[in-house]
């Protein structure tokens, strides 16, 4: 049986008879540019993140950007962040000017290891932008006193991790800002590209706000210079159907990975995700980790067995970043984990069938 590692259309299907409509209201309309559908997910999706403000902009990446442009996030300055996790975390800290500087992950959760952290301090740090991967929160506990201590902004990249929480709180309230990704392949997508920015603070809500309009208000004045990060009509009317259906989303990738754990408990060779106490993993990605990943990953795909590396090559030794002088060895816990992880299909509409197919594909060859 073929399994694919995603399989967004048993999703839509599902939805269809309610996303034509709103599609159709906003070409009926021909007003594509921010407008009252933005509006209304904005406040639908702030209620549901427990956040004061939300606003919708263009991508995850441009919300990352945004919030360091808020932030006047500046060149000379520094940002700690992981080096385990998609480029943009990284790639927007480059964009606003600054340096990205590279702390390593918990083997355990793939997150911060908080320990680390105050070693990357110097007088040039301005904000710290834990990334809370494939759905779960980063030790925000530790993250904050740290902040608090140094009096360093957060940036929270929750792309991954929308509706995620620790101790009953919600990621995206834990630092200054939160930022999430309506990409497609996220438990919240939507039919291209959009993106959230939460916060619980006024004033830099207006701002990014500004920012994302080019900096304008009124119309033909600017304020500041800011970009084109704006969330269009079509894709908050299709996010806001969705947003309803979220939570029964993850409570199905939660039921399929507790399927995985349970079936993969008696094999040593496979490293199954931890969830920390007090987290609420949604389980973007449900991610293994093994030795032989390579020969693994191979095996699937004969058996038609989707599967895929996030991340094969860690931030710190890009090409593009090699002016920043890290070396292949300067953080050993991200190293292994590249090229140990393995994620495995973990989408709600999975079937038990096609789960037990891939958890015995798996153990197949690790026994
Ligand atoms: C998806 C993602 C982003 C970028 O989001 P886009 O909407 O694709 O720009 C940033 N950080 C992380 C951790 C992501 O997973």
Redesign the pocket.
């Known amino acids: 049986m073929a399994v694919p590692l995603l399989d967004l259309k048993a999703q839509y299907a599902a939805i269809r008879s309610e996303i034509e409509p709103v599609l159709k209201q906003v070409c009926e309309s021909q007003m594509f540019i921010l407008g009252p559908g933005v509006v209304a997910f904005e406040k639908n999706v702030a209620a549901y993140c427990q956040s004061k403000f939300a606003i919708g902009v263009s991508?995850?990446?441009?919300a990352?950007l945004a919030c360091l442009m808020a932030l006047d996030i500046k060149p000379g300055d520094e940002v700690i962040t992981s080096s385990f996790?998609?480029f943009?975390?990284a790639g927007a800290i480059v964009r606003a000017g600054a340096k990205p500087v590279f702390v390593d992950i918990d083997p355990d959760t793939y997150n911060f290891d908080t320990a680390l952290i105050e070693g990357a301090i110097t007088s040039r740090t301005k904000a710290i932008l834990p990334?809370h991967?494939f759905g779960q929160v980063a030790p925000m506990k530790a993250i904050m006193a740290i902040a608090k201590k140094y009096n360093l902004a957060v940036i929270e990249?929750a792309?991954?991790s929308i509706g995620a929480s620790q101790d009953g709180i919600k990621c995206g309230n834990f630092g200054t800002f939160g930022?999430f990704?309506?990409?497609p392949s996220?438990n919240l997508g939507c039919f291209g590209?959009?993106?959230l920015i939460t916060t619980n603070d006024a004033a830099l809500a207006d701002k990014i706000k500004l920012l994302r309009d080019h900096g304008q208000n009124p119309r033909y004045y600017y304020k500041m210079v800011g970009g084109n990060f704006r969330l269009d009509a079509l894709q908050a009317a299709v996010l806001d159907v969705k947003l309803k259906y979220l939570d029964s989303w993850h409570a199905g990738r939660r039921r399929n990975a507790a399927i995985y754990n349970k079936m993969f408990a008696p094999c040593k060779a496979i490293k199954t995700p931890v969830t920390t106490a007090g987290n609420e993993h949604i389980y973007n990605q449900y991610t293994i980790s093994v030795p032989r990943r390579d020969e693994l990953q191979k095996f699937l795909a004969e058996a038609q067995i989707g599967s895929a590396v996030y991340y094969p090559v860690p931030l710190h030794v890009q090409e593009c970043f090699a002016d920043l002088g890290y070396k292949a060895g300067s953080l050993p816990m991200t190293e292994k984990a590249a090229g140990e992880v393995l994620s495995l299909p973990i989408f709600p509409e999975l079937t038990s069938e096609q789960i037990e197919t891939v958890a015995n594909a798996v153990l197949k060859f690790c026994s």
């Not at 991508?59 to 441009?62: E, L, Q």
């Open positions: 991508s995850g990446s441009d990352l996790t998609f943009a975390t990334v991967l990249d792309c991954q930022c990704s309506f990409f996220k590209d959009g993106g």
